[in-house]
């Protein structure tokens, strides 16, 4: 692989002054059930071959790595609590966070479509549950269209009236999922990556924020938050005002930014512009820390801060190769 990325540096320098470049390609595998076997931690997954995270897996090992990282860290300070996993998809997440912890897993997924191949891919897993059902703010009925269904279902509101393929929704507040799953101890860890609801969940929240101060891993998408005429940056005061003081801030591909506190509006203004002004960067992950786990946060902050430095140890080595 490096002789032939040295083949493609070769002929790029070659081409360029034509204008051209050579990029390579990931080839789909082969599959005659129409899905792919990808090794996620300790676990073998399926994936649907429509499904671009078995691209996103394969082209970089460091694609959403961090939550691993972080189960690691929260799980050794809190090994009785129980991890909720909002936007599960088919399991590759809950295989990360059971890799490295061996923790309760509640897993939500909405798109029904996705929800019997998580149930496949969970079932070596011990003590992992699935619903399959959507969350919002609140309990209630909702009037969506569904965009990318089947594969990363996005919800966007609409009058029912304005869309022929606009269809009643039932959501769900977490607390009343909750109820249902009944789950024992305190939650420590919540990760919500769910097209643009991430806010709305963690804002129907608030007792389970207040009470198990959770570690929170969730996606600030600028693309589907404006969709949903969301007012992102609101989330840093609300989080402010749960007890929540220090963010750690990744980009999309799961590389460590920053830190940032959650009372810095002009930093988190500046990331939030700057991701709208860049092609190809539309969300960040941002991890949520409460006051009562600022220890937690400053061990996992020199870990972070470690594992970019051998990452650029890495690279310096294969470019001087």
Not at 112 to 130: G, R, Y
Not at 304 to 317: D, N, P, V
Request: net charge negative.
């Amino acid at each position: 692989m490096t002789f032939l990325n040295h083949l493609r540096r070769s002929a790029n320098r070659a081409i360029q002054p034509l204008g051209f470049e050579l990029v390579r390609c990931e080839r789909t595998p082969r599959s005659n059930s129409g899905l792919i076997s990808v090794k996620i931690g300790d676990y073998e997954v399926s994936i649907q071959s429509n499904n671009s995270l078995w691209r996103e897996y394969q082209k970089n090992p460091e694609y959403t790595a961090q939550l691993g990282r972080i189960a690691a860290s929260v799980f050794e300070s809190y090994p009785d609590a129980y991890a909720i996993d909002i936007g599960a998809n088919i399991g590759d997440t809950a295989a990360l966070i059971k890799s490295q912890a061996k923790v309760p897993i509640i897993c939500v997924e909405g798109d029904s479509a996705v929800f019997p191949i998580l149930e496949k891919n969970i079932s070596p897993m011990k003590d992992v549950s699935a619903f399959c059902c959507f969350l919002g703010e609140r309990t209630e009925d909702v009037h969506v269209t569904v965009e990318k269904d089947g594969w990363d279902a996005t919800l966007i509101p609409t009058n029912i009236d304005s869309s022929k393929s606009a269809r009643t929704m039932p959501l769900l507040s977490l607390p009343d999922l909750l109820l249902r799953a009944k789950p024992r101890g305190a939650c420590k860890l919540l990760k919500v990556d769910i097209e643009g609801f991430d806010l709305r969940v963690i804002r129907g929240a608030t007792t389970l924020l207040r009470s198990d101060h959770p570690v929170i891993l969730f996606e600030f998408n600028h693309q589907n938050l404006t969709k949903l005429d969301e007012n992102g940056l609101a989330i840093f005061a609300y989080l402010a005002d749960q007890g929540y003081e220090r963010l750690h801030i990744y980009d999309a591909q799961g590389f460590f930014i920053t830190q940032c506190p959650t009372s810095d509006s002009e930093t988190l203004c500046d990331l939030d512009n700057y991701a709208r002004c860049v092609q190809g960067l539309f969300y960040y992950d941002i991890c949520a820390f409460h006051s009562s786990d600022s220890a937690l946060a400053d061990r996992l902050l020199e870990s972070e801060r470690s594992h970019r430095r051998g990452l650029i140890r890495a690279r310096l080595e294969a470019e001087s190769f």
